[in-house]
């Protein structure tokens, strides 16, 4: 297997996806402002993790690892923004893309996995969809090779508190009202999402794959 650069690979769903991809035999380097001071203890000096402590916005001393690359996951994102200390969409989601697929321009042989977003329910603002989807059409306009996953929200029981509020929107989706926002957000498992990342980081082409269930989405 190959090695697997990944952005945000210390977070929840980052080092689900460094875990099981551990198991599939891959190596990866991880890039994230926190480095590995956040992951579980069994990753943190794992032989096929590199654990790279960079802010991409500021840097670019990551983009020394692409001739070696088989695949890049993209799991940099902010649900709610807190302008005074400059965590917005734009920092947070189109500026980071723009990054990374600017640099995948000089190797357009490599897959690019992009975590977009189906919708954003009764709770997040407009903007965030909005700069998901503005990192999306650049990523069709620049990219030869790139899978787009739309989930609805991301559970597992590495966060608890996700399982009890995907079951109540569960319930909620359920409800036959018009314009059910809560169907947009249908949970996706945390399993399914990492099973596609890994899959699709190793496919050429290009993809956009929504998440939710048919019979919910618009």
Known sequence: M?????FGGSGFLGQQIIQEGIKQGHHFISVSRS?????????????????????ILLHNQWEQYLPHIHGVINLIGLLKE?????????????HPNHIIVQALKNYPNIPYVFLSAYGTGPFISQRYLLNKRHAELEIKKELNHYTILRPGMVTGRQRPSSIFLGSLIKV????????????EVYPTSIHKVT??????????GHYTLNLIPKNYQN
Do not use: M
């Not at 590995?36 to 960079?54: G, R, T, Y």
């Not at 807190?82 to 189109?94: D, L």
């Open 2 to 6: 190959g090695s697997l650069l990944i």
């Open 35 to 55: 480095g590995n001071q956040h992951v579980a203890s069994q990753l943190k000096f794992h032989p096929q993790v590199s654990w790279v402590e960079e802010d």
């Open 82 to 94: 807190n302008p005074n200390k400059h965590r917005t969409y734009e920092t947070y989601i189109t």
């Open 172 to 183: 909620l989706a359920f409800i036959p009202t018009k314009n059910n926002r809560f169907r």
């Open 195 to 204: 099973t596609l990342c890994l899959e699709y980081v190793q496919k050429t």
